[in-house]
């Protein structure tokens, strides 16, 4: 199976712990003292721009699709059953860029109101909490068995792999012994992210977590740091491995990605997200000469990353959000991929019943 950059782009937008184990890696932290003397701003381009004034075609395509997806447009709902009071969803992206993480009037009005807040992964407020899940679940990120990534990796995609930790001032003795999907992860975000991260900004999933302990509400997780890891320890090693290396090919369009993301995040276009990583999909396919069969192994490779990481995790969350909504008064706050479609968590709280509707 051969996985695109696409996909990992789409990490900042459905995992917690992306951002989280990046912000308190050992790894990162072992780095020369500059990584973290500058707070930068990552200088990507919106690619979804260039597709509006040079694929014309593709771009209204892909407005077209964005439009049918039901509950496609919006980051704060309003969730709501007679006699319980309001509670709030909100979509977030796990980064730490400042044009995101201020919460605007109405989404701070729900989260301070809030006796209750719900988010993947309560760890998040909590570093040394967080430090303590990963080891626990080391037999997850690791090899126990004597594998290291020099027995599963080749020695020309050892060395691409070599090259880019240096880059990330990231020792590959660190990465040594994990698995390919867990050094993916670690590679995950751009280095100006990662040096923001050092600089102590903080994503706005841990801002959240903060102002709900300040404003004395209950932190609760929907998800355990176990449960994330295992979407993907899930997949094959050699799974892994096309994971990792697809994603080292692609490094240099990773500013880029993240930047249109972003966009059209503060353009709440939550279903547009996702059909821009369809398009972007079969683009770097084509890029990199790939004919339609590939292009179709590309797609299923998405839907799979859909299934295992939105889909199945959509599902769980929304489960063990009842019953916190029963009592009324949450405010719940995963990744805006979870949001949006028939299988995401607006239309499933709908279906338990509640009234949902888009304020912000």
């Known amino acids: ?28 932290a072992k780095g020369p003292s500059s990584l973290a003397t500058s707070v930068p701003s990552c ?23 964005e439009n049918a997806v039901p509950n496609g447009k919006g980051l704060l709902w309003k969730i709501e059953r007679n006699g319980t009071p ?9 980064v730490s860029d400042t044009r995101l993480t201020t919460l605007p009037g109405p989404v701070m009005d729900a989260l301070k109101g809030a006796s209750t807040v719900a988010l993947e992964l ?32 080749s020695k020309k995609q050892l060395v691409r792999l070599k090259n880019t930790l ?36 903080k994503a706005v999933d841990a801002i959240i977590a903060k102002t709900a302990q300040k404003a004395g509400a209950r932190l609760v997780g929907l998800e355990t740091v176990r449960e994330q890891f295992s979407a993907f320890d899930r997949m094959s090693i050699d799974e892994q491995k096309q994971f990792l290396m697809n ?15 972003a966009q059209l995040y503060l353009q709440r276009r939550t279903a547009a997200l996702w059909e821009f990583a369809i ?36 599902k769980v969350m929304a489960r063990r959000a009842l019953p916190l909504l029963k009592k009324g008064n949450v405010f719940i706050a995963v990744g805006a991929l979870h949001l949006p479609g028939n299988t995401g968590l607006v239309r499933l709280l709908q279906k338990a019943g509640y009234k949902v509707s888009a304020v912000y």
């Open 247 to 261: 994603s080292l090919r692609m490094m240099d369009l990773l500013d880029d990605q993240i930047e249109t993301m």
């Open 122 to 153: 309560d760890e998040i407020a909590d570093d040394q909490k967080m430090q303590r899940e990963v080891i626990k679940n080391i037999g997850l990120i690791a090899f126990t068995d004597g594998r290291t990534l020099e027995t599963v990796l």
């Open 279 to 314: 398009y972007l999909t079969k683009k770097s396919a084509r890029a990199q000469g790939a004919g339609a069969t590939q292009i179709q192994k590309e797609l299923a490779a998405l839907k799979k990353f859909e299934s295992e990481l939105v889909i199945k995790r959509n």
């Open 86 to 94: 309001a509670s709030y969803l909100y979509g977030t992206m796990h």
């Open 43 to 65: 200088q990507g381009t919106n690619l979804l721009e260039q597709m509006r004034t040079k694929d014309t075609a593709a771009y209204q395509a892909l407005i077209k699709r």
């Open 166 to 201: 240096k880059k990330y001032n990231m020792p590959y003795a660190a990465s040594r012994s994990m698995k390919p999907w867990f050094v993916m992860l670690s590679l995950a975000l751009p280095l100006c992210e990662i040096k923001r991260q050092k600089a102590g900004l």
């Open 1 to 28: 199976m051969k996985f695109v950059r696409t996909i990992v782009v789409l990490l900042a937008l459905a995992i917690t712990v992306l951002f989280a184990w990046q912000a308190n890696s050992p790894a990162f």
